[in-house]
Structures are given as C-alpha cells and as structure tokens.
C-alpha cells in the first residue's frame, strides 16, 4: 500500500490523530500546493508531456530541488504508463506517493534529540543570523522542561548587540537559568562557564546559542572548532547534537547554507524554522536530497510551543491535505 492512502487511512476523517500545530502551520504551502494540482488536473484532459513539464515545474516552485523533482517526475511517469493512467485527475496519489516514498524509504532516519543517560546533553545551535537560533533553544528548552528534564542555557552569541538579553528574556520566561558573558567577549569561556556550572548543578540539557554572523567563513569555522574542543573536555561525548537551523522561507539559498554549514562542522540534525511564513514547504525533501541530514524540528510560529518534532506522516498530511479530501 503507497503513502497515500497509508496517510489518509490513517488521517483523513480522524480528527484524533490529526496535529493541528502541522495543519495550521503547513496551511500556506498546502494551499499552493494543493491549488496548483488541483488546476493542472481541471486544466489538462490527458496526461501529457506538457501536463508532465508543468508539474515539474509546481515541484520545482515548491522548493523541492531541482534533482530531486527529475528523480520524482521519472517515478511519476513509470507509475502512469505501469497503471495506464490518462486522467489527470486520478494522479494525486501517486504523486505524493512517489514525493515522498524517495524520502521515506531511503534510510530511516530519527527525529529524536540524541539525550546522553550518563552524561550532560550538551546542544550546540548554529545557523546564519536571523535564522531563529535563540527563538529555537526557547522552545526547545520548553519542550524539554515539559518533558521533566532540567534544562540551562548558555549566551554564546556574543558577536551581536542585544544576543544576550534576548536569550537572558527567554531563560526568565522560562524560568531557568542562563549563563551569560560580556558582549564582544569569548564565547567560548561563555560555554565553558555554562559547561561547569551545568555539571555541578547536575542540569539534563546544556543548550549553547552561537553567532550566526562573524566576519568570515575562517573566523566562523575556528570558533565553533574552539567550542567543540572545550564542550568535549568537559564532555568527552558531547556536543550530542549540533543543530543547524535554517530559515525555511529562503528556500533554495538555505539549502546552500546548509551545504556549508556542514562542511564547517558536523550536523546532527535541521531545524527548519518559519514553515508557517513559506508557500514552499517542499524544502524539506530538497535537503533530505542534497545532505541526507535528518530534519529534527519544525518551527511553526514564534511562540514557545510552536515547536514541533518532525513527523513525515503529519507533514505529508498538512502539506497534501487538500488533495486528499474527496
Ligand atoms: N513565523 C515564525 N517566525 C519565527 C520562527 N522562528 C523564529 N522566528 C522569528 O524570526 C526572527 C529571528 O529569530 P532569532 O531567534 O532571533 O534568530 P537568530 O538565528 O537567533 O538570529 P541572530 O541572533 O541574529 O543570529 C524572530 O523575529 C523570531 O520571532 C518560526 O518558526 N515562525
Ligand atoms: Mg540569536
């Protein structure tokens, strides 16, 4: 049985299992996505190679990636000659099946922050300024704290004016502590500070918010090699999970980011902010194509609990709802 109709057995009519956070938050990029479908199909009588450049091209405007439309459009086609399908409107399912069975059956790949039993979970953010670093390490911390699990901040951005506060407003909000440093100062002392008094206090989760903006690639580079040096001195399995955040509304230039972030340093895993602000919310295959770094999280909105762990299910859901409603 394809994704499709695994999904919308599952979903669909189902209002129990259906995640509103993904719904609302998906709702631009479904409606675009959906919408441009819907009018191809009511547009063209019979699947052809304009019907088939056209989709292409719906794809490749959803932000998906160029190589993996290729990859998804030949799939698309075998399906239809293999099923003898001439109506375009008895494509949909195959569609998002094969979107998304690229995705899915590649390897499995966990969405799950990687906790260490034995030791401090050190959590270090990088990503490009303005990306939703500190936003992120709020949520994320108040997720955590929901979860039971005692959790410190550390202000490692001490590259821009008013980092610091912005993270110290947060840690009070949230009610836990944040160690902070002097603008302009090392950041890393910053996390090395954090790193000791976290061990001593016996805290769960260290989260380490980064400068997204230094003046070069080297100068970037030699910083995060600098704290990872130090995380590891005090936490030899540490950092557990290096997030990269990538705004989710630059598209293709964040795919580009991304590439480079991780060429500077190991990524554990994407969070893909500002969903809720983007039409295109096919940037989640493009990366999972060109860096097979799992997407953790999704950030749907700026408030603390508009955070989500990244489910392919509810994604495809809230992406491809309204090609599956009858
Ligand atoms: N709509 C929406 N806005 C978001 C989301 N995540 C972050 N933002 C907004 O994006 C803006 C930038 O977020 P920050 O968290 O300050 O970004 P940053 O990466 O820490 O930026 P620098 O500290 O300058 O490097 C803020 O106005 C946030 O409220 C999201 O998921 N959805
Ligand atoms: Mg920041």
């Given at each position: 049985m394809g994704f499709f109709s695994k999904i919308k057995d599952a979903i669909v009519g189902n209002?129990?299992?259906?995640?509103?956070?993904?719904?609302a938050g998906l709702d631009k990029s479904s409606s675009s996505f959906s919408a441009k479908i819907?009018?191809?199909?009511?547009?063209?009588?019979?699947?052809?190679?304009?019907?088939?450049?056209?989709?292409?091209?719906?794809?490749?405007?959803?932000?998906?990636?160029?190589?993996?439309?290729?990859?998804?459009?030949?799939?698309?086609?075998?399906?239809?000659?293999?099923?003898?399908?001439?109506?375009?409107?008895?494509?949909?399912?195959?569609?998002?099946?094969?979107?998304?069975?690229?995705?899915?059956?590649?390897?499995?790949?966990?969405?799950?922050?990687?906790?260490?039993?034995?030791?401090?979970?050190?959590?270090?953010?990088?990503?490009?300024?303005?990306?939703?670093?500190?936003?992120?390490?709020?949520?994320?911390?108040?997720?955590?704290?929901?979860?039971?699990?005692?959790?410190?901040?550390?202000?490692?951005?001490?590259?821009?004016?008013?980092?610091?506060?912005?993270?110290?407003?947060?840690?009070?909000?949230?009610?836990?502590?944040?160690?902070?440093?002097?603008?302009?100062?090392?950041?890393?002392?910053?996390?090395?500070?954090?790193?000791?008094?976290?061990?001593?206090?016996?805290?769960?989760?260290?989260?380490?918010?980064?400068?997204?903006?230094?003046?070069?690639?080297?100068?970037?580079?030699?910083?995060?090699?600098?704290?990872?040096?130090?995380?590891?001195?005090?936490?030899p399995s540490g950092p557990q999970e290096t997030l990269l955040v990538i705004d989710a509304t630059?598209?293709?230039?964040?795919?580009?980011?991304?590439?480079?972030?991780?060429?500077?340093?190991?990524?554990?895993?994407?969070?893909?902010?500002?969903?809720?602000?983007?039409?295109?919310?096919?940037?989640?295959?493009?990366?999972?194509?060109?860096?097979?770094?799992?997407?953790?999280?999704?950030?749907?909105?700026?408030?603390?609990?508009?955070?989500?762990?990244?489910?392919?299910?509810?994604?495809?859901?809230?992406?491809?709802?309204?090609?599956?409603?009858?």
């Open positions: 209002s129990a299992k259906q995640n509103d956070k993904y719904v819907n009018e191809l199909a009511a547009r063209y009588r019979e699947i052809d190679d304009d019907y088939f450049e056209e989709l292409e091209n719906v794809l490749i405007m959803s932000d998906v990636g160029v190589s993996m439309v290729m990859t998804i459009i030949d799939e698309i086609k075998k399906e239809v000659r293999l099923q003898n399908i001439k109506n375009p409107q008895m494509i949909n399912d195959i569609i998002i099946d094969k979107m998304f069975v690229i995705y899915a059956n590649d390897s499995y790949m966990t969405t799950k922050i990687n906790y260490d039993d034995q030791d401090l979970t050190v959590i270090l953010m990088v990503g490009v300024n303005g990306a939703g670093k500190t936003t992120t390490i709020a949520k994320l911390a108040h997720m955590m704290l929901s979860e039971g699990k005692t959790v410190m901040v550390a202000a490692g951005d001490t590259f821009r004016a008013g980092a610091i506060d912005q993270l110290a407003v947060w840690a009070e909000r949230l009610g836990i502590e944040c160690i902070k440093g002097k603008e302009g100062g090392d950041p890393s002392s910053v996390v090395f500070d954090a790193l000791n008094q976290a061990k001593d206090k016996g805290v769960d989760v260290l989260i380490c918010d980064t400068a997204g903006r230094l003046q070069n690639k080297v100068n970037l580079m030699n910083e995060l090699e600098k704290m990872n040096r130090i995380i590891k001195r005090v936490v630059t598209g293709q230039n964040g795919v580009s980011q991304a590439q480079e972030f991780s060429k500077i340093t190991d990524i554990t895993g994407i969070v893909l902010t500002k969903m809720d602000g983007t039409a295109k919310g096919g940037i989640v295959l493009s990366i999972k194509d060109t860096l097979n770094i799992p997407v953790k999280f999704m950030g749907l909105g700026e408030s603390m609990d508009d955070l989500q762990e990244f489910d392919l299910e509810q994604y495809i859901y809230g992406l491809c709802k309204n090609l599956m409603e009858e």
